[in-house]
């Protein structure tokens, strides 16, 4: 899959519609918030429209007004005249809409309204079911020459991407010490595994959740098994074996960062094993392995 970075800089060179698909809690709205903020439609107003719990006739509605024909224009109470010169935002669009979609698609393409394309940013987020799949091609039915009419973008689950879950781990520890300078500094090496174990079916959203959950209840310099949510801890069905999903790199990066972590943090080395559950010998190991040394080499 071709970086998502890489396709946000494709995407904000023009102003074609875009659909972003993925399970709940994979980050679709995020993207399309931060789309909004580079984007040359920054300065308009971001006019969001909901579609869970709203059925298909209200949402036709929301988004168009009180038009009779999609051949007429929307009036100036709809989504659709609210956004201009901004973004317009369709969060949560499923398999039951896609009815909705295909009118508001051939509404920003009939040749009368190409206009709309120049002054509204759009972007529609696409909920999938674990293990369901979309393929955006049926969106971009255009001939091989010309450029596709929608930027498409797939952001995959968590528990396909494991290797990143130290990295975010690490992220959103960051993100708490920040508001919560006396929070947790770390993770145990036995947590960190469970962490990456769990198949996270709220994704990313779940996994933050999870992290500011552990460091608010910490009283201590790293969180433990006991920290976690009791749901993550009882959940055996949902553990699998890291070494399928991560690589040994990956874990080592995690591995290395958290002794560092450790050693900028305790007063003396006899601390630092306390706070790692390892013996002073094996953190001496683990020292030599990484090339790292305290930094008050008399301790």
């Not at 308009?44 to 509605?61: A, M």
């Not at 009779?68 to 109470?77: A, G, K, L, R, V």
């Not at 206009?115 to 972007?123: D, M």
């Amino acid at each position: 899959m071709e970086p998502v970075n890489l396709r946000i800089r494709e995407i904000l060179q023009d102003s074609r519609p875009v659909l972003i698909t993925g399970e709940t809690g994979t980050g679709k709205s995020w993207l399309a918030g931060m789309i909004h903020e580079y984007s040359n439609s920054a300065d308009g107003r971001l006019v969001k429209v909901y579609c869970t719990g709203h059925s298909e006739e209200e949402l036709r509605s929301e988004l168009f007004g009180r038009l009779t024909s999609i051949s007429d224009y929307p009036d100036q109470n709809a989504a659709l005249s609210r956004a201009r010169n901004g973004t317009l935002l369709i969060k949560n669009l499923n398999y039951s809409l896609l009815n909705l979609f295909n009118e508001l698609h051939d509404f920003f393409y009939r040749s009368g309204n190409i206009s709309y394309l120049n002054k509204i940013r759009l972007i529609v987020t696409f909920t999938l079911k674990p293990g369901q799949q979309l393929n955006g091609n049926w969106v971009n039915s255009t001939n091989a020459t010309e450029d596709p009419l929608w930027h498409v973008l797939h952001l995959p689950p968590l528990r396909t991407r494991r290797e990143e879950i130290p990295d975010m781990i690490q992220k959103y520890f960051n993100k708490v010490t920040s508001r919560y300078p006396s929070s947790p500094k770390g993770i145990s090496f036995q947590t960190m595994y469970r962490c990456i174990s769990y198949s996270w079916p709220g994704n990313i959203r779940e996994l933050q959740n999870a992290i500011e959950y552990s460091s608010l209840l910490c009283d201590d310099i790293q969180i433990e098994d006991k920290n976690l949510p009791p749901y993550l801890l009882q959940s055996n069905k949902n553990l699998c074996s890291i070494e399928d999903h991560i690589s040994q790199q990956s874990f080592i990066s995690a591995e290395r960062n958290l002794l560092y972590t450790i050693l900028q943090i305790s007063p003396n080395r006899n601390r630092a094993a306390e706070l790692l559950g390892l013996s002073e010998s094996v953190l001496q190991e683990y020292l030599c392995r990484y090339k790292l040394e305290h930094p008050n080499p008399n301790c």
